[in-house]
């Protein structure tokens, strides 16, 4: 059960992973102890799973965005997956319903490195089918 105060420790570090103890326990009106041991907590709880970096909008802005729809071969859709999570600019994979297996979502530098990439994924051993769209503007983003 998630209490008021880990809710309150998790829209904090949500906003700044790097927040200190020292920092959570101020803004929570808790002590150093108590926010480390509710921190130990939630992560052996697994409801947080991991510290990450948001990538500034001046860097995000000038990557190369494309969502890939495909089509997989049934039994080699875990080899197709591992295969695609070695690829560093794959942010996200999702399984779809629909007529595509697959939801890969690609952030490259560069429009050149975005055709190498989506090249390595079509001559995947299982990947049948590809679909791919370039995002050119974001309108909205929660």
């Given at each position: 059960m998630i209490t008021a105060k880990d809710e309150e420790l998790l829209s904090i570090l949500r906003c700044n992973a790097r927040a200190s103890i020292s920092d959570i326990a101020r803004a929570t009106g808790v002590s150093r102890t108590a926010v480390q041991n509710r921190l130990t907590k939630l992560e052996n709880n697994q409801v947080?799973?991991?510290?990450?970096?948001?990538?500034?909008?001046?860097?995000?802005?000038?990557?190369?965005?494309?969502?890939?729809?495909?089509?997989?071969?049934?039994?080699?859709?875990?080899?197709?997956?591992?295969?695609?999570?070695?690829?560093?600019?794959i942010s996200r994979i999702c399984s779809i319903s629909g007529k595509y297996d697959l939801l890969v979502t690609i952030e490259a530098a560069q429009l050149e490195t975005l055709s190498n990439i989506l090249n390595s994924v079509c001559s995947l051993e299982g990947v049948e089918r590809t679909n791919s769209a370039i995002i050119l503007d974001t309108m909205f983003e929660r």
């Open positions: 947080i799973k991991g510290y990450s970096v948001v990538l500034g909008n001046d860097y995000s802005d000038q990557l190369v965005t494309a969502d890939v729809s495909l089509t997989v071969s049934p039994n080699l859709r875990q080899h197709v997956c591992i295969a695609l999570r070695k690829i560093p600019q």
